[in-house]
């Protein structure tokens, strides 16, 4: 690892909504620079685990994001969050979007332009986002993300509902981040899209049954491909 110190941490996670048990003590470390794929199930908790990082969601356990509380004020503007809907303007154009939150991150902005050719939108920048499609629209809520340069990056599901080539070059562009330093949690249900990721982790029911790699997991497992692999451990470990 490039640093031994967590960019993220928790131990013993646990959140309860409407007296219902969410998350169940996680105990997870993202080490600065890498992408960790959060990967299970449809309401395994991967969101809220993610609204406890940017500091939206209520919790008990210890969380600390850059050596702070979570949504602390040392942090906030350090850490980015990509919704699973665009949470962006779409009656203006990608660059208005973009320069809007490139105003409110401050000094620590980056070049708008060179975001809006990082994340694929340069030629159509100046059109409105109710003209975009889908997948470009997503593009435009993770540049309005990038802009702020955060250190720490938390997207949930980015790639649903993208073509191939785009999905590919999200991914480029997710590791060309982490290598400039960003840590980077990605949560998805393409399993295959672990093999993208410095670490996996495998959640169920609000637990995080594992902490791995897609090869490990493969080799541990015996299974063919990802899905299976990821059967395999659902069947031996009960929540
Ligand atoms: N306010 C709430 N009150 C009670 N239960 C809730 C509340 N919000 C979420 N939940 C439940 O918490 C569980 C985890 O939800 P969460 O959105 O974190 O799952 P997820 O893994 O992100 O799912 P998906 O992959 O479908 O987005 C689900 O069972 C959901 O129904």
Not at 80 to 103: E, K, P
Not at 155 to 176: A, I, M, N
Request: hydrophobic share 40%; with cysteine.
């Amino acid at each position: 690892m490039k640093n031994p110190s967590p960019a993220v941490r928790t131990r013993d996670l646990r959140v309860t909504r409407s007296r219902k048990q969410i998350l169940r003590g996680i105990d997870l470390a993202l080490a600065p620079g890498t992408v960790t794929g959060l990967l299970g199930p449809s309401g395994c908790g991967k969101t809220t685990l993610m609204r406890v990082l940017v500091g939206v969601q209520r919790y008990e356990g210890e969380v600390l994001v850059l050596g702070h509380a979570p949504g602390a004020p040392a942090v906030r503007g350090r850490t980015g969050y990509v919704t699973q809907s665009a949470a962006i303007y779409r009656d203006l154009t990608g660059r208005q979007n973009l320069r809007y939150f490139s105003r409110l991150a401050g000094p620590r902005s980056r070049d708008v332009d060179e975001v809006l050719d990082l994340v694929g939108l340069g030629a159509i920048a100046d059109r409105r986002v109710e003209t975009y499609s889908g997948g470009e629209a997503g593009r435009v809520s993770l540049g309005c993300a990038l802009v702020a340069a955060p250190e720490v990056l938390v997207l949930d599901e980015p790639t649903v509902g993208l073509d191939p080539v785009t999905r590919e070059e999200l991914w480029e562009s997710f590791r060309r981040l982490a290598e400039s330093g960003t840590t980077l949690l990605v949560s998805s249900h393409v399993m295959d899209e672990a093999f993208r990721c410095d670490q996996v982790l495998l959640m169920r029911a609000g637990r995080l049954l594992e902490t791995t790699t897609a090869p490990e997991l493969l080799e541990r497992t015996g299974a063919a491909t990802l899905d299976e692999a990821f059967l395999a451990v659902i069947r031996t470990e009960e929540p």
